[in-house]
């Protein structure tokens, strides 16, 4: 838990999504941490995971995989968990 509440919901346009995720790969790459992947855990971080990865790739040229997790198991497609 934090004390600190982070409203995602008011990125709500492709604009806004997109500038936040500019504004993550700046602050992860100003961090200095290394890292290989990015992971946005259910449900409202898997956005920002997404953008922040496509932020990375075109302006600081880290193509690096994302991934998520799910709060309920999987019971469709092609059986993944």
Not at 15 to 44: H, M, N, T, W
Request: aromatic letters at 14%; one cysteine or more; charged letters at 20%.
């Amino acid at each position: 838990t934090s004390p600190y509440f982070f409203n995602a919901g008011l990125f709500d346009s492709g604009l806004a999504l997109a500038r936040l995720g500019r504004f993550y790969a700046e602050a992860v790459i100003d961090s200095g941490i290394d890292f290989d992947v990015l992971f946005g855990p259910a449900y409202k971080g898997i956005p920002l995971a997404a953008t922040t990865a496509v932020a990375l790739a075109e302006q600081h040229q880290r193509d690096l995989p994302w991934c998520f997790n799910r709060k309920e198991a999987k019971d469709h497609g092609e059986g993944g968990t």
